[in-house]
Each structure stands twice: as C-alpha cells, then as structure tokens.
T-cell receptor
Framework: GAVVSQHPSWVICKSGTSVKIECRSL??????MFWYRQFPKQSLMLMAT?????????EQGVEKDKFLINHASLTLSTLTVTSAHPEDSSFYIC????????????FGPGTRLTVT | QQQVKQSPQSLIVQKGGIPIINCAYE??????FPWYQQFPGKGPALLIA?????SEKKEGRFTISFNKSAKQFSLHIMDSQPGDSATYFC???????????FGQGTRLTINP
C-alpha cells in the first residue's frame, strides 16, 4: 500500500517552454504532498509543501512564479516549471503523506527533467 | 539548528560486513527519525524509522540505534549484500511540521 506515482518519468524540453509533472497517490488520499529537487550525488532539497485545496508553501529561495504547484484533489498534485532554463534540469521527486500514516512520507519514483 | 549531519559520505564494505551510517541533529524538537534507501534514478524508499521513546529498533537486517542525550542516531545493516549498494539518507522531522530535514546522504557499496 501507499504507492505514489509520477508522470512523466523523464522529459526533455526546450529552453523557454513550460513542463508539467504530475504526482498521484494511487491507493490513499494524500492530505499533504511535497515536492523535492535533487541534483546528481546530492541530497533532496524541499521545494514546497502543498495541502489539498490550499496554496502551496514554498521554501526560502524557491521562486513560486517559476515553480507552480497545484494540489487540486486528494490524489493529485502537479508541478509546472515555467519558462524552463537549462539550470532547471534536475531530478524532481514528489512525496505524499496522510493523516493515518502519521509523519511518514511516501515518495514517487521521480521525474528527470532535461532542458536544452 | 535545522540541519542533520550525516557521515560518512561514502562507505565500502565487504559482503557480510556491517556498515554503520551515523547522523547527528541539533533541534531537540525533532521526534521522528526515518532512514531512506535510494537507488540511482529512483525515488527514496522508507527503510525504517524510530521515535525518541526507544533506543533501538530492528526490522529485518536493518537496525536503528538512537541516543537522545547525544542527539545522534545510526543505521546498521547486518549481513550486508551487494543488493544493499545504494545511497542512504537519514532524516528528521518534528511533530505537526511533517517537513523532513535530510542528511547529506551516504553512498554505500557492498563488494561481493
């Protein structure tokens, strides 16, 4: 149980375009979803936290106008990277938690974004 | 104060050995300490977690030791196997916040 999926698993886009990444909780209703960014051989960096129906809370230094997060339902959150640049190339990972699961976060498989 | 410091950065152990990865924290409000395993190109997977009311927790070959007074916790992998080769992250969070603070990660290699 507690499976989280992400789509797409990898995406290549041209500089200046926008790309949307979906995160879904498949077998539970996620009260909170988290978006992380991970550079090669580095740790996970939390970008934002979102609760269903509420605006996302962004971490310091993360541009909210560039990384748009929507948590429209209890099973779906989306991250849109707007006007992507090569420096946005990274591994993006979402996670989800639910009340009955206490603090545990269940992670998705990640999305590799390459901006050319 | 929000940091979790993890060591070593990398570790090589022979098959059957017991790799030990250590983490230290400063924030005494942290009350949940999970360990994650991540394979290349994949998301992290929860291995085992502990709360500060116990000093040790074992699940299969994985054991967490927790020292509340020293503000340290560690992961031990018994009878390590080449398939355990991965990057391991410790993390911490505090009640209600849910946000996880991750350590820097340890790249573990188990040689056959």
């Amino acid at each position: 149980g507690a499976v989280v999926s992400q789509h797409p698993s990898w995406v290549i886009c041209k500089s200046g375009t926008s790309v949307k990444i979906e995160c879904r909780s498949l077998d539970f209703q996620a009260t909170t979803m988290f978006w992380y960014r991970q550079f090669p051989k580095q740790s996970l960096m939390l970008m934002a936290t979102s609760n269903e129906g509420s605006k996302a809370t962004y971490e310091q230094g993360v541009e909210k106008d560039k990384f748009l997060i929507n948590h429209a339902s209890l099973t779906l959150s989306t991250l849109t990277v707007t006007s992507a640049h090569p420096e946005d190339s990274s591994f993006y990972i979402c996670s989800a938690s639910f009340v009955q699961g206490l603090y545990e976060q269940y992670f998705g498989p990640g999305t590799r974004l390459t901006v050319t | 104060q929000q940091q979790v410091k993890q060591s070593p950065q990398s570790l090589i152990v022979q098959k059957g050995g017991i790799p030990i990865i250590n983490c230290a924290y400063e924030n005494t409000a942290f009350d949940y300490f999970p360990w994650y395993q991540q394979f290349p190109g994949k998301g992290p997977a929860l291995l085992i977690a502990i709360r500060p009311d116990v000093s040790e927790k074992k699940e299969g070959r994985f054991t967490i030791s927790f020292n509340k007074s020293a503000k340290q916790f560690s992961l031990h992998i018994m009878d390590s196997q080449p398939g355990d080769s991965a990057t391991y992250f410790c993390a911490a969070s505090r009640q209600g916040a849910q946000k996880l603070v991750f350590g820097q990660g340890t790249r573990l290699t188990i040689n056959p």
